[in-house]
């Protein structure tokens, strides 16, 4: 497994699920065509290129492109480094049909094919920031801190995400994998203190 210190963006769920099994990163999707109007995401996304860098890492179609040249546009060119995966026709497992032009997305890539495609691109393998250099904060912390699994846990998340300018629905494990690649254990700590 790639432990990359850039935040991958990919297009949709299945592309995220297939980057889980080769990368250690955080993984944002695009949800396709709705980052253009979601502008909690836009900020997310603008946020962990500042932090981090941010990799984009969309279909070679022509959506794939629509969706690359926006992101360019709304994040500086010294924050974001582009990955393209290969032109390889086919469809992936789950489709009934192949992609309107043919070609095999994100998640229809061979893993050794997306690792090479990462290096290629030149994202930090392997190298810990300050934030990740702790043991990142659990599920159950989540729990024990009320962000989960009580009464009020969502009105005290929603508080929280919109205290950190996240967007408000994300679910408790997104919320978790971003506030471990953007803030420390004390910093979600004094947040949740003064909530």
Do not use: H
Request: glycine share 8%; aromatic share 4%.
């Amino acid at each position: 497994m790639l432990k990359i210190r850039e935040a991958v963006i990919v297009e949709g769920k299945y592309d995220k699920q297939r980057l889980k099994e080769i990368v250690d990163a955080p993984i944002i999707t695009t949800s396709g065509f709705r980052i253009f109007k979601d502008k909690e995401k836009q900020s997310l996304i603008r946020t962990l290129a500042k932090e981090r860098g941010i990799l984009v890492m969309t279909d070679s179609d022509s959506a794939g492109g629509v969706i690359r040249n926006f992101l360019k546009g709304i994040v500086p060119e010294s924050q974001i480094k582009q990955c393209y995966v290969p032109l390889i026709s086919g469809k992936e497992k789950r489709k009934a049909a192949p992609s309107k032009e043919n070609l095999l997305g994100v998640e229809g890539i061979d893993a050794q094919t997306l690792k090479e495609a990462l290096i290629r691109c030149g994202v930090v393998v392997g190298e810990e920031t300050a934030k990740t250099s702790e043991p990142p904060i659990t599920k159950t912390e989540l729990f024990e801190w009320g962000l989960s699994g009580r009464d009020n846990s969502a009105e005290l998340r929603q508080k929280l995400l919109a205290d950190l300018g996240l967007p408000l629905y994300l679910s408790c494990n997104s919320m978790l994998e971003i506030i471990n690649s953007l803030y420390t254990r004390k910093e979600i700590l004094d947040k949740i203190e003064k909530l």
